[in-house]
């Protein structure tokens, strides 16, 4: 029989310290929390890391707020403990989730069983190939574009030539779209495995305060040397990667997929998880074709803003704080006035602005940053929702209409990914900038009139959210901030319907869509959990009786 002691973990919510306070401290405000000694307390992990800068009664006072999970012998008890409880500053803590199921369908098991085969290195795909992975079951990771080292040297060409390859670009390849933002990682779903995911980048050289950072980001620079380690470590545990292979179609046989054709040959599989991206508009029209089911959803369209870093700094900290590096910002402006609601999307402090493109003719900005913020300028998008009451029926109506505001955009800005550019108050009056400041962006930037050339629900509920967002950062809706468009890839405009338990794509037995280019994300960690949890709910279920 067993003497230790039965124990129990807790998480402490909302411990202050000061910026230069040491984090020894939290130990002794959490066992003050408790109403407990230091000693009672048998361990400790800061779960969750986040400034306050709010300014209160006209004082800015700037302090860390630490969310903490402690581990003590037993339910303490404690009158302080049963007032923190009921308050909610206390709760037990959340169980860490586990990569490796419970338990596996019999019917992956078997020696001969044909792979699962997952189409789509992104997030999803590659973390439902480490689902699988940890689980003993054969994966083979399709991707149209190429690995990261080789997809980079293809990008600088695009930056030097202005010529778009639809295969190799910043949208398709190792990593997905988010290999070129700036590897934001933190997300509002509360999920068991997120911190195993974030752990397992960590153990691939990302820095380890992404466990628990509020704003965790990797950095693209350091995404460029943590994906190749994360596939060395899956193809060490039985992955096989094809990259530059693209799907061509799905065979299909008595409600089930048999194989993948691909653009290198057949290859036969026992299942198929689909984490296509949000851009891959051909791969979703030749699944149509081929009776599998799509539905439009709602998604997010606008601008991406540019302001020069110091003033954001000026905003969020009084002045620049050089131990707090490069301020963000995340500013919303609720939905009112017969206007959806406005937000800031993959905001880049120290960052700088992109061409996002896969196909010529068409102009999609994003944001991107390096692991240092070292630009001096701060961007991000801000955008709005738009639904089938704008863009009309049909599952792709609103593919139709995101390609529509990008060929606008396009030629607008001189058909050459040049990009149209309007000062934010001039966006607000309705005038053109005559002499658009220098940008971070790729392909420079020319006088136009994006409040024209975004739909009138676009340009009112931005222009509403302008207005709202000086109330937090002054000169935010000044000429200092510059508009630079489109922004419209920020979510995807379609959804492959499953079935909520199993995962599984209606009317098919054994294919599992996942990830932003599913509908059923909205970013690289989101998508990350979509993918491991398909991979876990496919494991539980298995693939059945051919």
Not at 499 to 514: E, I
Request: glycine residues 10%.
């Amino acid at each position: 029989m067993s003497n230790q002691q039965p124990t129990a973990t807790w998480r402490v919510m909302q411990l202050e310290l000061g910026l230069h306070e040491s984090e020894a401290r939290l130990k002794e405000l959490a066992a003050r929390e408790l109403g407990l000694e230091t000693s009672a307390l048998r361990g400790l992990r800061v779960a969750r890391k986040a400034l306050d800068a709010r300014v209160r009664q006209g004082v800015r006072r700037m302090a860390w707020i630490y969310h903490v999970d402690v581990v003590t012998d037993r339910k303490p008890k404690s009158r302080r403990m049963e007032l923190a409880l009921r308050s909610g500053r206390v709760r037990e803590a959340p169980r860490e989730g586990s990569v490796v199921a419970s338990s596996v369908d019999p019917s992956l098991r078997h020696a001969a069983l044909e792979p699962v085969v997952i189409v789509g290195a992104g997030p999803g795909g590659l973390f439902a190939a480490w689902a699988l992975a940890r689980n003993g079951v054969r994966a083979i990771v399709l991707d149209r574009g190429p690995a990261v080292e080789e997809r980079g040297r293809h990008v600088v060409r695009f930056h030097r030539t202005r010529v778009v390859d639809s295969e190799r670009n910043l949208l398709f390849g190792e990593g997905g779209a988010g290999t070129y933002s700036d590897g934001k990682i933190y997300t509002r779903v509360d999920d068991p495995l997120e911190v195993p995911i974030l752990e397992e980048l960590v153990l691939c050289g990302a820095p380890s305060a992404i466990v628990f950072d509020s704003l965790a980001h990797i950095g693209t620079d350091k995404l460029h040397r943590v994906l190749p380690r994360l596939r060395e470590r899956l193809r060490a545990q039985g992955v096989e990667f094809r990259f530059e292979t693209r799907m061509e179609e799905l065979v299909l046989a008595d409600g089930r997929v048999r194989a993948v054709r691909t653009s290198s040959g057949e290859v036969g599989c026992c299942a198929v998880i689909l984490a296509p991206g949000h851009s891959a508009r051909d791969t979703w029209r030749t699944l149509a074709c081929q009776g599998i089911a799509f539905e439009a959803k709602p998604f997010q369209l606008g601008l991406r803003i540019e302001h020069p870093q110091e003033l954001i700094d000026a905003g969020r900290f009084g002045a620049r704080v050089p131990e707090l590096g490069a301020a963000s910002y995340g500013l919303l402006c609720k939905a009112g006035h017969g206007l959806p609601a406005t937000f800031s999307f993959c905001m880049c402090p120290g960052g700088r602005i992109v061409a996002s493109v896969n196909e010529p003719g068409l102009l999609c900005t994003n944001g991107m940053s390096n692991s240092r913020h070292s630009s001096p300028w701060a961007t991000a998008a801000i955008v709005t929702t738009f639904g089938p009451r704008e863009f009309g029926d049909g599952p792709f109506a609103g593919v139709a209409f995101q390609r529509e505001l990008e060929q606008r955009f396009f030629v607008a800005g001189g058909s050459d990914y040049t990009a149209p550019a309007q000062g934010a108050q001039d966006f607000l009056s309705g005038r053109e900038t005559a002499h658009p400041r220098r940008s971070t962006y790729t392909f420079g930037t020319r006088p136009g009139r994006l409040d024209q050339l975004l739909p009138p629900l676009g340009r009112e509920a931005i222009a509403r959210a302008l207005l709202h967002f000086e109330r937090n950062l002054r000169h935010f809706s000044s000429n200092e901030g510059q508009f630079v468009g489109l922004e419209s890839r920020s979510s995807g405009p379609v959804r492959m319907p499953r079935d909520p338990t199993t995962r599984r794509s209606n009317g098919l037995a054994n294919l599992y869509p996942v990830g932003e280019g599913a509908g059923h994300a909205g970013g690289i960690m989101s998508a990350a959990l979509d993918g491991a949890n398909s991979a876990l709910a496919l494991l539980r279920t298995g693939v059945g009786h051919s």
